[in-house]
């Protein structure tokens, strides 16, 4: 099965409120990384952890290798928070190979 | 600040040609790239690893007779597509990072590809 289990696959907001989005792994991971897809198709870095949690502005991520998950909370959602939202994992035996999910599409709406 | 630029950003090819994309890092050294491919209505999957000095990995599915990739400096790689085929279409991404001080892979824009 899938080595990077990402949820929900879609999420709709209305601005200012928030929700998390979730990775689940199959097998313990070395670090996780988070990226938005941008309207022009560029993954934009939001967070690379290797432990514990994140926190940038609206956004605050977690990792946690030993339970095998990563959350990536988004509060007071933007309109501009739009787009795809992919956690990709770092499986440390496979010499630094990140392992995507399956993106999250995010749409913020007035 | 860490760039990677990607390009070309779109290209179309006809069934049976190959085109080329190029990496270029900007602002770091790019010890480690790795080539992704996003098909249609799937995530990214990771082609191969490549690391300056150290053999270039592909992953099961793909190998370098089809996807023939070059890293020859800390700045630049490329990738090409022989022989490009309908199952070939999708979005080509380039990551880079300096091993020896960052752990934060750098994505380029990518290269949609569409083969006609």
């Known amino acids: 099965g899938d080595q990077v289990e990402q949820s929900p696959s879609a999420l709709s907001l209305h601005e200012g409120t928030g929700s998390a989005l979730r990775c689940n792994f199959t097998?313990?991971?070395?670090?996780v990384q988070w990226f938005r897809k941008n309207s022009r198709g560029s993954l934009i870095n939001l967070f690379y952890?290797?432990?514990g949690t994140k926190e940038n502005g609206r956004l605050k991520s977690a990792f946690d290798s030993k339970e095998r998950y990563s959350t990536l909370h988004i509060r007071d959602a933007q309109l501009e928070d739009s787009g795809t939202y992919f956690c990709?994992?770092?499986?440390?035996?496979?010499?630094?190979?990140?392992?995507f999910g399956i993106g999250t599409l995010l749409s913020v709406k007035p | 600040g860490a760039l990677v630029y990607q390009y070309p950003r779109r290209t179309i090819c006809k069934s049976g040609t190959s085109m080329r994309m190029e990496c270029q890092a900007v602002?770091?050294?790019?010890?480690?790239v790795a080539w992704y491919r996003q098909s249609p209505q799937k995530t990214f999957e990771l082609i191969a690893l490549?690391?300056?000095?150290?053999?270039?990995?592909?992953e099961q599915n793909f190998t370098q007779e089809k996807f023939p990739i070059s890293h020859p400096n800390l700045s630049f790689s490329s990738m090409t597509v022989l022989n490009a085929y309908l199952e070939d279409r999708g979005l080509y991404l380039c990551?880079?990072?300096?091993?020896?001080?960052?752990?934060?892979?750098?994505f380029g824009s990518g290269t949609r590809l569409t083969v006609l």
């Open positions: 990709a994992a770092e499986d440390g035996s496979s010499g630094n190979k990140l392992i």
């Open positions: 097998t313990t991971m070395r670090a």
């Open positions: 952890l290797a432990s």
């Open positions: 602002g770091f050294q790019a010890t480690s």
């Open positions: 490549s690391t300056v000095n150290s053999a270039i990995k592909y």
């Open positions: 990551g880079a990072r300096d091993l020896g001080s960052a752990e934060t892979l750098y």
